[in-house]
């Protein structure tokens, strides 16, 4: 007996935010009170001003995953506030399937909340700082889609309304785009495609 293949409707318009270049570090403190989870949070706020900042994991083990486009000078510093404040503090300079691993281990021993963080459409991997795109359907819901940085990178060499419909034709939720499908970019990669002109 077969089963019924249940069908999302057409999506209509994809608002398609690019991840963009750059470094990663997950920087993990232990803490052992309140003013001290404050005092990371404090320090990770800061940090946001100046790169993209994602929490990774909340409670003793306090976890953030960081994203530099240029000079990854700015992992040092962090790490060197951490070192000096914390007791217990580890740097790893990349975002992997091991790094969460490790993270999600810590977590477990420590009884911390891991948070959640987006997977990959197409492989399911875990990445804090993925391509993001905003899919509205014809029956008027909206998906919120988000693909890893190895996946995206398949694509990088083509034009972004393009690399948005290659990435959505292999999403494993089987949405599908029409030839009407409109394909908008967010405004801030409009501006640096048109800098770059």
């Known amino acids: 007996m077969s089963k019924a293949i ?3 409707s057409d999506i209509e318009q994809v608002t398609f935010q ?4 750059g470094s990663r570090a997950v920087f993990m403190a232990e803490v052992s ?8 949070q404090e320090l990770f706020d800061m940090v946001g001003q100046l790169a993209e900042v994602v929490p990774v994991s909340h409670g003793t083990v306090m976890s953030y995953a960081v994203h530099v486009h ?28 091991v790094t969460l691993q ?11 909340e ?13 990445d804090p700082f993925p391509t993001r795109a905003t899919a509205r359907l014809s029956n008027g819901k909206e998906e919120h889609l988000a693909y890893c940085a190895r996946c995206s990178a398949r694509h990088s060499h083509e034009e972004p309304a393009e690399m948005v419909r290659e990435l959505v ?6 949405l599908r785009m029409t030839a009407e499908t409109t394909v908008l970019l967010m405004p801030e990669m409009v501006e640096e495609l048109q800098v770059a002109v």
Do not use: N
């Open 6 to 8: 249940s069908r999302h």
């Open 18 to 21: 690019p991840a963009y270049p």
């Open 33 to 40: 009170t309140r003013k001290e989870m404050r005092q990371i």
């Open 70 to 97: 240029g000079d990854t000078s700015l992992f040092g510093k962090i790490e060197w506030l951490l070192k000096t404040q914390f007791t217990f503090s580890l740097v790893e300079r990349d975002f992997s399937a």
């Open 102 to 112: 490790l993270v999600e281990s810590l977590c477990a021993e420590s009884d911390t």
């Open 114 to 126: 891991l948070l959640d963080l987006p997977h990959c459409g197409i492989c399911d991997e875990v």
């Open 169 to 174: 034709r292999r999403d494993r939720r089987r």
